[in-house]
């Protein structure tokens, strides 16, 4: 079993940056497959990065080369550091952890607005 806490979003101007972080407890981080998922209001969630165990990463067309996705093993943290963000950004984040099962985090809120 895995616990999923995610933190950092909030209100930001187009352009600017916000680093999401998400902290996991209850089992070996290291060995789990971790991602960022996004949920805008009436669109399908969608994978925004992940990261495997390994630190091999991917991205969303969307995204690549303005977010970033990195794990801190040590700290049990996996973080997205969004740069240049764009209204079409806004949704709400969750972190996902997969490594025979499946969990999420309750999501955290990115505005991205003038």
């Known amino acids: 079993q895995v616990q999923l806490v995610e933190s950092g979003g909030g209100l930001v101007q187009p352009g600017g940056s916000l680093r999401l972080s998400c902290a996991a407890s209850?089992?070996?981080?290291?060995?789990?497959?971790m991602a960022w998922y996004r949920q805008a209001p009436g669109k399908q969630r969608e994978l925004v990065a992940a990261?495997?165990?390994?630190?091999?990463?991917n991205y969303a067309d969307a995204v690549k080369g303005r977010f970033t996705i990195s794990r801190d093993n040590a700290k049990s943290t996996v973080y997205l550091q969004m740069n240049s963000l764009k209204p079409e950004d806004t949704a709400v984040y969750y972190c996902?952890?997969?490594?025979?099962?499946?969990?999420w985090g309750q999501g955290t809120q990115v505005t991205v607005s003038s």
């Open positions: 996902h952890a997969n490594y025979a099962s499946r969990y």
């Open positions: 209850g089992s070996i981080f290291s060995i789990y497959h």
């Open positions: 990261i495997t165990s390994g630190g091999s990463t």
